[in-house]
């Protein structure tokens, strides 16, 4: 009863604060107003999907350029976090393409299928077909296709970069991902992953909620998945706005395999918005602009560095012997290691040192994530037991 409360509140929240900023949307004339977004559709498992396209003026035909994909949040629209989030000057002074997928309707409201609501709809599968449509009429470089969003639509963000190996980085605004999606993340590559989060944001909690991870969680997962340095480089962001009531830090995990990084930006204060916005809702951190930020990092990785001779960091390391019903460590050159075994619900149920035979006949039937971590790296492995 505690999480059907928790979900209808959360919705209800953003429905109002999608109210709040459609009001802000009709007040306020954009300064892109004039120029060409296309509005177009595909059929997707018999449903008519629709999405906006932002062509640059530097584009032409023949010529490879990037593919930037932008998901709005729940219960808005393609058109509103166009303007929300603005990366249009953007495309048009280094010339990418920047789509604006529609999320379907669920209830009467727009949704994106990321496991918080009952949904069938297959949002990847329509993701994954958008950039075959795509790529059909417009010369799109397939080693440099991105993706952010806001809320719902970060949510989706980091499933495109576990579940697909289409894209070479995301961008996630406000969002998380759900203990069960957690548990079950499979990425093919290295991706190079940012979060932007406020630390007083009250539908994305920075500490985490029943159906979303904390933040830091999610930032260690990608850390450890990308075999970036554990250690951060952390930089304070100016704080040139002393109106807004919120500062920045930007976290910076480097040295990845195949030049991956992962990037926190930490609101501090922050509320659920998207910072340096025109449009202003809550506590909105205006001391830098998440898409000038989001952008800069995006750009520089590339689909065919990130896969060139990678090889899983947790080969030959971990071991599920279904027999026996064991995890065997083998192969590490570190001694020292701690190990942890995660629910398919995200919660620790295991942990123990320097243990390089663990017998798990005790534990129940189901999905697990082994999280073996030393001082300078961390392997993970899911297995199945039963």
């Known amino acids: 009863m505690k999480f059907i409360i928790l979900m209808k509140t959360f919705y209800h929240i953003k429905l109002q604060f999608f109210i709040f900023i459609v009001f802000l949307f009709i007040s306020q004339q954009s300064t892109y107003s004039q120029q060409l977004i296309i509005r177009d559709s595909i059929v997707h498992n018999g449903t ?138 499979s990425p093919e590559h290295p991706v190079s992953v940012m979060m932007i989060n406020g630390t007083s944001d009250f539908i994305v909690p920075y500490s985490g909620l029943a159906n979303s991870k904390p933040i830091e969680d999610v930032i260690n997962y990608w850390v450890g998945y990308n075999n970036c340095n554990l250690t951060p480089n952390v930089f304070a962001i100016p704080d040139t706005n002393l109106a807004d009531a919120a500062n920045a830090q930007k976290f910076s995990y480097l040295s990845g395999n195949n030049g991956s990084k992962v990037v926190l930006i930490k609101v501090n204060n922050g509320g659920h918005t998207w910072p340096g916005s025109a449009y202003i809702a809550g506590i909105t951190c205006m001391d830098f602009s998440a ?82 971590y030393t001082k300078d790296k961390v392997y993970y492995k899911k297995i199945m037991k039963g």
């Open 291 to 372: 898409s000038t930020e989001i952008w800069n990092f995006l750009k520089d990785f590339s689909l065919s560095t990130n896969t060139n001779n990678y090889q899983p960091q947790n080969k030959d390391v971990i071991f599920y012997n279904s027999i026996n019903q064991s995890i065997e460590i083998s192969n590490l050159i570190e001694k020292n290691f701690n190990l942890e075994i995660i629910s398919a619900k995200g919660n620790k149920i295991f942990e123990t040192k320097n243990q390089l035979s663990i017998h798990i006949n005790n534990l129940s039937n189901g999905i697990f994530i082994i999280r073996l």
């Open 48 to 185: 008519y999907r629709y999405y906006n396209l932002y062509i640059p003026a530097a584009y032409t035909s023949g010529q490879s350029v990037p593919l930037l994909f932008n998901f709005h949040g729940y219960g808005q629209t393609a058109s509103a976090q166009n303007q929300y989030a603005n990366f249009m000057p953007m495309a048009d002074s280094t010339n990418f393409i920047l789509v604006l997928p529609e999320g379907t309707l669920l209830s009467g409201i727009s949704h994106w299928n990321v496991g918080l609501l009952v949904s069938q709809v297959d949002d990847i599968d329509f993701v994954l077909k958008l950039i075959d449509s795509i790529s059909a009429t417009y010369t799109i470089n397939q080693n440099r296709i991105y993706a952010t969003g806001f809320s719902n639509g970060a949510y989706l963000s980091q499933l495109l970069a576990s579940r697909t190996n289409k894209f070479a980085a995301i961008a996630s605004v406000s969002g998380s991902i759900t203990p069960v999606n957690f548990a079950s993340l």
